[in-house]
Each structure stands twice: as structure tokens, then as C-alpha cells.
């Protein structure tokens, strides 16, 4: 298995690696960035990691492209004798994926990559007019890809945790309850920035409590996931009687808690989110990140959003006015929201692991 980079590729790729070993028999090893999450993800999950010395590339021609030209070079030579005697290599995404599958074309070796995003990275654009499959995420990864690329919609791995939340939803929400210190007689909005946070939306939150139309509601709590950075910007209240309950987080490490108890949620529209709040059928409104490569986060929202299982609100119309707005209308609206909730359901990959891993071992052999 091959790339990295941050956690939100690394996760899905060790979920689909003890597929593979427990249940297909396979023994498993990575290649990837030096400096990325892979590099301390991978050992602590007990997986043989070959560093690699690699840098992303720019758009357009300068010095910092031919320098992560040149470490690729250098990198996928490297690489070629751990991929020589693979039945299959896995691109699991990122710059770091490079070599690997490169030396898996020269090797002869069959590759399967797999694509989280909408928009597809620059290095699975490539790689898929050799690649033996695509596994996507979404279905509209697939007009972007070359034609002829065989394209299987396997969905994003997520954590064994969020994924036994639909069959457990009443205790973990009893628990979460406690976790929280929320209330189990008021519908909850979770709100997620991600890992790091989103200034943006904890902005729009923090000035939306504060204003009548939210402040007011005694039968809402808000669950806010801020970002360790963000966490001074929107502070936790009191418990009062007649007015909206809110409770701050830095960073939210029981997720699957904190969905089991969620009526719908905002968040960023990365592949990782949606791909557990959907298995959670948790409809959402979802504010897609404008800086993400190609805005792939926007190609992300809109096609949950054609599937009817989330809103879109864009992030340049993210106000306070208008995101208190998105919440009463989503909340008070009750039957859009159970419409919302089994479009999720129907949308959704829960078992994207196995689904890849069956894959990978097929094209294996």
C-alpha cells in the first residue's frame, strides 16, 4: 500500500489493510512520505513502512516541481524491489503514492487505487490509465477519469467505531449524553470543522448563538467540534432553562458518540465526514471548503446533495443570518429531515472496507 500524507488517507488504508490480512490472507506493508502521517500511523498499527524522501509538486513549472520531480525519480527507484515482489500495490492516494505505483508500471505489477474525493488527485489521474481498478467514493469520480478506466464505487473506509453506530444508536446516545454533558430530552447539531478546526464556520456559530432566532431555542444543543486553536472563539453556556445549549470541543475523540446523538450536523464536505455521517444516515448541511485542491470539496457536497442527503451551503454565504437560518430551517422542517436520513442511508458505503479489500484481492489473484 502506497501514499499518505495526512491522516484522512491513512485511516481508510489501514482500515482496508486488516481486511486484507485478517480475512484474504495477505501480508501487508507501506510505502510513503518520510515526514507524513503514514510515517508514525503505519508502525504504531504494526505494519512494516518503507520512508520515502518526496515533496509535492506545483501546477505550474518552477524550481519546487523539478525538485519533487527529482525525489520521485529518485524515490520510485528505491521502492522497486518492494514492489517487484508484490501480487498488487495499492495507491492509496496523496504525492507520497507516486513512486510506488510508478514502480509498479515498470515492474509490471497490478495496481488498484484508491480515489476518496470527487475530484480525482493528480497522481490517480495518471496512474489510472495502467491501473487494473479505481475504488471511489463518489460516482461522479468516474466521468473524470480516462475513459475505458474500470471504476468501482466501493465508497470511504471509516473507523469500526462510526460504523457499528446505526445498530447501537440508543446506548451510545445514552452515553454520549453523559460524555457531553448534553441533554437527552433536546434534538442535537453536531458541528464539525474538521481536525484542525474551520475559523469560518466557528465564526458563524459563535455570532449565531448569540442572536435571537438560535439563542432563544430551549429545545436545540449544539455540539461543536472547534479545532484546538478555535476553542477560545465559541464557548461552551450554561445549562438554562429557555435558551439553546452549547458545549465546546477542541477535538472529538469518541466520533462515534457524538454521532450516535446528532439530528443532523454542519460540516466541511471532505470525504472522511461524509462518509460517516451518511453510514450514520445524519442528514447535513454541508460547507464546503473553497481552498481544497480543484474545489473538490464542492464536486464532494453536490453530489450528496443530488442524493438528497445533505444541504449545501457555499462557504461565501456563510454568515451568522443565514447559517442560524440553514439549522431552524433543517431542524424544524421534520419530514425533510427523515427524507434527508434515509437518502443517507441509501447513499452510503458502510462496508467500504471489505468492498476494497475484495477488490484488491480479486486483481490480486
Not at 515492474?107 to 470527487?118: D, G, M
Request: aromatic share 4%; hydrophobic share 50%.
Amino acid at each position: 500500500m502506497a501514499g499518505g500524507g495526512t491522516a484522512g488517507h491513512v485511516f481508510p488504508a489501514l482500515a482496508v489493510a486488516e481486511v486484507l490480512s485478517t480475512r484474504h490472507g495477505a501480508t501487508v506493508s507501506f510505502v510513503g512520505a518520510a515526514d507524513g502521517q503514514e510515517a508514525r500511523l503505519v508502525p504504531d498499527a504494526g505494519y512494516p513502512f518503507l520512508p520515502l524522501k518526496v515533496a509535492s509538486a506545483q501546477t505550474r513549472a518552477s524550481l519546487r516541481s523539478i525538485r519533487a520531480v527529482a525525489l520521485s525519480a529518485a524515490a520510485t527507484i528505491r521502492c522497486r524491489s518492494v514492489v517487484r515482489h508484490a501480487d498488487v500495490v495499492v495507491g492509496i492516494g496523496g504525492y507520497a503514492s507516486a513512486p510506488a505505483v510508478f514502480a509498479a508500471r515498470l515492474a509490471r505489477r497490478p495496481v488498484v487505487l484508491i480515489e476518496q474525493n470527487s475530484v480525482p488527485g493528480v497522481v490517480n489521474r495518471l496512474a489510472s490509465r495502467w491501473a487494473a481498478a479505481v475504488a471511489t467514493t463518489f460516482e461522479q469520480t468516474a466521468e473524470r477519469l480516462p475513459s475505458g478506466t474500470r471504476v468501482v464505487r466501493t465508497g470511504n473506509p471509516i473507523r469500526a467505531a462510526v460504523r457499528a453506530v446505526p445498530a447501537s444508536r440508543d446506548a451510545l446516545a445514552a452515553e454520549a449524553s453523559g460524555a457531553f454533558d448534553l441533554r437527552d430530552d433536546r434534538a442535537t447539531v453536531l458541528v464539525l470543522g474538521g481536525s484542525q478546526g474551520a475559523m469560518a464556520i466557528d465564526r458563524a456559530v459563535a455570532a449565531a448563538i448569540e442572536a435571537a432566532p438560535l439563542r432563544s431555542r430551549a429545545d436545540l444543543q449544539l455540539l461543536v467540534a472547534t479545532g484546538p486553536r478555535h476553542t477560545a472563539l465559541v464557548p461552551s453556556t450554561a445549562d438554562e432553562t429557555g435558551s439553546l445549549i452549547v458545549r465546546s470541543r477542541p477535538f472529538i475523540e469518541r466520533m462515534d458518540l457524538a454521532l450516535s446523538l446528532a439530528d443532523a450536523a454542519i460540516a466541511r464536505a471532505g470525504a472522511g465526514h461524509i462518509a460517516e455521517l451518511t453510514a450514520c444516515a445524519v442528514p447535513s448541511v454541508l460547507v464546503p471548503y473553497p481552498y481544497a485542491t480543484e474545489d473538490h470539496q464542492t464536486a464532494n457536497a453536490e453530489e450528496v446533495r443530488a442524493a438528497g442527503a445533505a444541504r449545501v451551503l457555499a462557504d461565501r454565504d456563510l454568515s451568522p443570518e443565514r447559517l442560524a437560518a440553514c439549522i431552524l430551517e433543517l431542524m424544524d422542517d421534520h419530514e425533510a429531515r427523515a427524507r434527508m436520513t434515509e437518502a443517507a442511508r441509501a447513499w452510503a458505503r458502510p462496508d467500504a472496507d471489505e468492498r476494497i479489500a475484495a477488490l484488491v484481492a480479486e486483481v490480486a489473484a
